[in-house]
């Protein structure tokens, strides 16, 4: 059989891009041909993903179609028309209230996006989720047979040491703070600054904050932050936007300590990164970051930002705690990547 994917938007450093990517290279190692399309990809992958519209010359009723659903799009519409065996991988989507006060069409289209889950229902063979917390709500949209994939990620992409620039730029005593993902609102950056202000403040006054991640499109949630910043006095706090791969690397590489406050989460990618590459983690319980954690790092039930900036001081003052921290998420990692991803998706299809 022939396995091809089909995605809304191929975004370059996007998690679900990445994933489509680990698991294309997979199944090809495995002798399956397999292709990747989308409505929108970014310039730099015109040599590997396709306009999903050119999609029909590949289409048969021997194939399956693996679509990576996360938002409303045109793409739904088109992957259901077709004869092809059908499977969605779910990544969530974000409530749409999260973004009424910042971007109205991405609340829509998040709105949309619910309800196009729900549609497709009764006409895929098979629905995954990246994680059991987003398999669950499969099933409440009325998915009957579901299962877990768990995101595919391929760790040799952190095997060096990162853009040399930012590792001699930073290259001092200071202790750094680490979040890695978009500026948008359900990610709760205004609470990492929080925390981080009181934790600046009060234990460590040589310490600054990374936030690496894409703010475009959400200019004004940007400029919200930007304020609070400024209005609370806090200093080294670092927004580096949209940056390419080897620079996040090096930002990882730097981090002393990963902090992760979001409200909504569907997996979380950069858990397991920082897991890998031995950063110790803090993280507010919600969605399905407990699950993605399984039991590695330090897991917040509340936000209390001067307890959050207490326990952030005692796991970077604490040689013995960040050691047991550092075990217990390689004991946690055991088994992901995308090899172990692929041969999990693979005895799917052999099902189908």
Known sequence: ?????????????????????????????????????????????????????????????????????????????????????????????????????????????????????????????????????????????????TGVLPLAIDFSTFSGEGAPLIRELYADEKTNILYVGRIIPNKKIEDLIKAFHIYQRHFNAKSRLFLVGETRGFERYFSALNDLVSELGTHDVHFTGHIPQAEVIAYFKLAHLYLHLSEHEGFCAPIPESFHLGIPVLAFAAGAVAETMNGGGLLIQRKDFLSIAALMDRILRDALLRESLRQNQRRALSGAGKEESGRILLSYLQRL
């Open 1 to 145: 059989m022939n396995v091809h994917q089909f995605l809304t938007s191929y975004s370059y450093g996007d998690a679900i891009g990445n994933e489509a990517l680990a698991l294309r290279d997979y199944l090809r190692e495995q002798g399956l041909q397999s292709e990747i399309f989308s409505l929108f990809y970014h310039p730099r992958y015109a040599g590997q993903v396709r306009n999903y519209l050119d999609y029909d010359r590949f289409s048969s009723a021997a194939n399956v179609v693996v679509f990576h659903f996360s938002i409303a799009s045109p793409v739904t519409k088109k992957f259901l028309r077709l004869s092809d065996k059908k499977v969605i991988i779910y990544h969530n989507i974000t409530p749409y209230y999260f973004f009424l006060d910042y971007h109205r069409i991405l609340a829509k289209d998040c709105f949309k996006g619910r309800i196009e889950l729900r549609q497709m229902a009764d006409k895929v063979d098979l629905a995954l989720g990246d994680s059991e917390y987003n398999r669950r709500e499969l099933e409440e949209a009325g998915f009957s047979h």
